[in-house]
């Protein structure tokens, strides 16, 4: 039987190990955290994730975690919409995508593996194109090893030495809000260098985002980001005002350069070790999820890592740039670049806008 050690157990690990075990695959995880968790906020899994979930069983189970039937778009600071997203469209062209918490998406991941494949509090230190993985607890070895250790991965210097990820010049506050009356309205809000986004989960609360330019490790409380958004559109401020200032994340926003390979000998990578994306696109983990399944396909393969490599380095780079090209234009800061933008957005058919999600939704496996 041929085995894998899966470096990282978040949702990419996690994704990659159950595509494997479900293609014979005798697979250890290898997570540092002392509990396998993931933090307190939500994640959109659009229809190309749904897919990926699917091919590992579990896309019912998550989509149960579906959207109820709302609006959505891009609103300016006063609420007036410039751009309106055609959701009846979006969900009949490509499927309706989900709102999920992600402590729940991890569950159902977790859940579907053996017992004992995940071993939690052991931090890696090293991999070797070898197979070899050096960790707390000793170094193991394996056919396959699976860099699933996010955007600061060690196992990423064995395929291409240090790599820095970039400072996107934004720093970003998320937040799961309990409200009291309903909201039908969702979407995002775009200011002068700073952005609001709200979305339904399942549950009835709402997660929230807010995101503005600041210098690389600003430190920021909620009492601040309050101040920056009080006089933008309701609900803003009713949200930020219910925030629980314990429960709240706060994250500067990095990608990654493109690298110029994700696999070497025995190793591949994959999620945010392999391409750290903005998540302007909110794809991130939906493209983690895309390359385990690819990644199981082809591993036992003749050749099957250097096809992963082609397939997904291609299409997750130009993820990556298409993200970080959104992210460019929504937090722009300067009054006459802001108020083209914002013609731009108004004028923008839907049907362009539907054209351009195609490319990246329409994924199969
Ligand atoms: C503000 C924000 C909003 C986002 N919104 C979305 C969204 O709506 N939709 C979407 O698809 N994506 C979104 N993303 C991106 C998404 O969160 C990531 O792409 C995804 O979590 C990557 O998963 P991963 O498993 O590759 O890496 P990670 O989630 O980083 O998991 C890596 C795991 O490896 C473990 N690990 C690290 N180093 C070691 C080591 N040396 N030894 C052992 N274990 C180790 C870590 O503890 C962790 O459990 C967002 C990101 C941000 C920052």
């Known amino acids: 039987m041929s085995t894998a050690i899966v470096v990282g157990g978040g949702i990419g690990g996690t994704a990659a190990a159950l595509a494997l075990v479900g293609r014979g695959w005798s697979v250890q995880v ?17 229809s190309n994730a749904l897919r990926a ?4 069983g579990l896309g019912d189970a ?16 006063r609420g007036r919409w410039l751009s309106r997203t055609d959701v009846a469209t979006l969900r009949e062209r490509f499927g309706a995508p989900v709102m999920i918490h992600r402590a729940r998406l991890l ?26 993985v050096v960790h ?23 395929v291409c030495g240090e790599v820095a990820p970039r400072y996107a010049g934004y720093t970003a506050w998320r937040a799961v809000v309990d409200i009291h009356e309903p909201l039908t309205e969702f979407g995002e809000t775009w200011g002068r260098g700073a952005r609001f986004g709200m979305a339904p989960l399942a549950d009835g609360r709402v997660y929230c ?9 600003t430190t920021g409380s909620l009492a601040e ?30 990608d990654l350069p493109a690298l110029p390979s994700f696999t070497s000998g025995r190793i591949a ?45 291609t299409r997750t780079q130009m993820i990556t740039r298409r993200s970080a090209r959104i992210g460019t234009v929504a937090q722009l800061s300067a009054r006459p670049l802001v108020a083209l933008r914002n013609t731009a957005l108004r004028l923008t058919p839907t049907s362009a806008q539907l054209r351009s999600m195609a490319e990246i939704l329409d994924w199969t496996c």
Do not use: K
Not at 32 to 38: G, I, M, Q, T
Not at 209 to 217: H, L
């Open 136 to 158: 707390a607890a000793g170094t193991s070895s394996a056919d396959l090893v699976v860099g699933a250790d996010g955007i600061r991965s060690v196992v990423r210097r064995a």
């Open 53 to 56: 979930l699917d091919a590992l």
């Open 62 to 77: 998550v989509r149960a975690h579906g959207m109820a039937e709302v609006s959505a778009g891009i609103r300016d600071e």
């Open 209 to 217: 985002f807010a995101v503005y330019n600041a210098p690389e490790n």
């Open 30 to 46: 290898l997570e540092r955290a002392p509990e396998v968790e993931e933090v307190g906020s939500g994640i959109s899994l659009w």
């Open 269 to 313: 990578l994959l999620g945010d070790a392999a391409h750290a994306m903005t998540p302007n696109l909110g794809q991130g983990g939906c493209q983690a999820l895309e390359d385990a399944v690819v990644l199981a396909g082809l591993a036992g393969e003749p050749d099957g890592l250097a096809r992963y490599d082609r397939e997904r380095r």
């Open 225 to 254: 980001v309050r101040a920056r958004f009080e006089s933008w559109h309701d609900p803003i401020p009713g949200l930020l005002a219910a925030a629980d200032p314990n429960a709240l994340l706060h994250n500067d926003i990095y």
């Open 107 to 132: 569950d159902i991941l977790r859940a579907a593996l053996p017992e004992g494949v995940v071993r939690t509090g052991i931090s890696v230190r090293e991999a070797t194109v070898d197979g070899a």
